[in-house]
Structure formats: structure tokens, C-alpha cells
């Protein structure tokens, strides 16, 4: 059998990464793979099918979604990953079933399915279990909270300010960024300050050039300047001859903070570092194993 099913019983817990990690992993070991997302009325549907069709290892992957009857095992050394809602899951006949939880490790998985396997993302560090491999029950797997897998990206960022974008620059703008910092005061500290911080936004009022600049120097991935008006030009031309992305929100540095209190929350399975962090994880845990592919 060569049909994976990656189902959870809520959005956000997890299953697109878990999906493109399993693709991704059997793609490297040279085996045909594709990734297929089921119809749902909730939820990001359309852009999971998107980036499934987008991705290099996995072609020929659907750019839209799919009916449950239409998830069928494609036979030979193919390999067809598909991520649907729990009712769809529920739906298709004669498939391997992972199932993503998020948070606690639940007790056992939901009426409908029969797993060979229960991935908990996001586990507090101190609450992590190790794999628990019982016969005749699914593998238990804890994912633990990573800085990684719930960064951010500069669309993101842009979409939840609704953002004028002043520079393009030359950053993508799904790259994963873990670190949301607001400039300090005093301009003596703002370097070293900025340099604490890996793979960073950078917020700022858009009158301080001198942080701008400094920010800049510590490679920032991205300026989101506050306060909705136009920064001065050396502001311009250091982040252009830097290829650094500027963001315009149109509010206050407090309210700007305030819009994006949760990003960390809701942000989506996107860029290369997210997919290279979720399969990483995976590999270290007896999952692959038990889908005896």
C-alpha cells in the first residue's frame, strides 16, 4: 500500500508539515511522490493544494484540491501523500493514517480512524515524551515547541499589517524568520542589541534612521517601519544596496505590536527552512519505520 492519509481533528495542528516531510522524505530516497489536499469548506485548503504543486521533489502534486473518492493508491513504487479534514479521512478506504494532534498528547485518536501512528506538535519542552511503540496501538510521537517550525514569514507579516511594502529587497518572502524585535531607544545599544538575534523582523519608527541604519548593519532580514509616513532616503538606499525588504505599517509603534501579538500562533507551513526542520525531526523518530513504505 503506497497511500498515506495525514488527517487531525483541528486546523493549525500541524498535518501539512508532517505531509510534505513523509513526501519529502521518501522523494530523497529516490521514490515517485505526490501530495494531494482533500476539499474543506475551513481553513487554507486552496494554498496547502498551492504549495504542494509548487514543490520540486514531489511533481505532478495537484494545484487543486481533491475529493476523498479520488484518493486512491496509485500503484507500483508511487507514493500519494494526501492531507485532509477529519471527515474526509474518514472517507478514504484502504490508506496508511497519521494522525497530528497539537499541544497534549491525546489518549487515543478520534472515531472514524485507525492510525499507525499519533504525532503531538508543539509539546512543551518539559512535558515531552519519548516514542511509544505498544502492539497493537499507534507509535505516539511528541514534536516539541520549535522556533523554526512556528516562525513567521514576511508575508505573513505584511498581510496581518496590511503593510505598504516601500522596498522590495531581496530576501523571499516565505522565508521563515523566528525572531520579532522592537528597536531600543537609545542608538549606542541598537547593534550589539540587534545582533542578539538571529533571523530576524526588525520593528521601528519610521523617523529613526539612525536605528534603521543600525538594524540594517546587525542583517536584519526585514525593516517594519511605524507611524505610516516615509523614512528619510539614506534609508532607502541602505536597505536597497542590502537587499533588505521595508514594510510600512500605517499605525503606531504600540498598535503595530499590538496587531502582531500571535503570529507565533497562526502562522502557516511554508519555506524551506520549515520543511528542512519538520523532516529533520521526523527522521529522529521511529515514524518512517512504522509506515512500512
Not at 485548503?45 to 498551492?50: L, P
Not at 507500483?76 to 497539537?102: C, H, K, M, N, P
Not at 515531552?128 to 505516539?140: I, S
Not at 522556533?147 to 498581510?159: D, H, N, T
Amino acid at each position: 500500500m503506497a497511500l498515506v492519509v495525514v488527517t487531525s481533528a483541528s486546523p493549525g495542528a500541524g498535518k501539512t508539515g508532517v505531509a510534505t516531510a513523509i513526501a519529502r522524505h521518501y522523494a530523497y530516497q529516490g521514490r515517485p511522490v505526490r501530495l494531494a489536499r482533500t476539499a474543506s469548506a475551513e481553513g487554507h485548503a486552496a494554498e496547502d493544494a498551492a504549495l504542494f504543486a509548487s514543490l520540486q521533489f514531489a511533481p505532478g502534486s495537484s494545484a487543486g484540491t481533491i475529493l476523498p473518492a479520488d484518493a486512491k493508491d496509485p500503484g507500483g513504487a508511487e507514493i500519494l501523500v494526501v492531507e485532509a479534514d477529519l471527515d474526509s479521512a474518514t472517507q478514504i478506504a484502504d490508506a496508511i493514517v497519521v494522525f497530528v494532534a497539537r499541544g497534549e498528547r491525546p489518549e487515543k485518536a478520534p472515531e472514524g480512524i485507525s492510525p499507525v501512528a499519533i504525532i503531538t506538535t508543539g509539546v512543551p519542552a518539559a512535558l515531552v515524551q519519548p516514542p511509544l511503540e505498544e502492539e497493537g496501538k499507534p507509535l505516539m510521537i511528541d514534536l516539541p515547541e520549535d522556533k523554526v517550525l512556528a516562525g513567521f514569514s514576511i508575508e505573513e507579516l505584511q498581510r496581518r499589517l496590511n503593510a505598504q511594502v516601500l522596498v522590495e529587497g531581496d530576501v523571499p518572502y516565505d522565508e521563515t524568520l523566528e525572531s520579532l524585535v522592537i528597536a531600543p531607544f537609545g542608538s549606542d545599544a541598537g547593534e550589539p542589541y540587534l545582533r542578539r538575534f538571529p533571523n530576524k523582523a526588525v520593528v521601528v519608527r519610521y523617523d529613526r534612521t539612525d536605528m534603521h541604519l543600525a538594524a540594517i548593519r546587525a542583517d536584519a532580514r526585514v525593516l517594519v517601519l511605524t507611524g505610516g509616513r516615509r523614512p528619510s532616503d539614506y534609508s532607502f538606499d541602505a536597505a536597497g544596496a542590502r537587499g533588505v525588504p521595508v514594510l510600512l505599517s500605517l499605525t503606531d509603534t504600540e498598535n503595530t505590536v499590538i496587531a502582531l501579538e500571535g503570529i507565533y500562533e497562526a502562522t502557516r507551513f511554508m519555506g524551506e527552512r520549515k520543511l528542512d526542520r519538520m523532516v529533520e525531526l521526523l527522521e529522529d523518530t521511529p515514524l518512517f519505520r512504522s509506515l512500512e513504505l
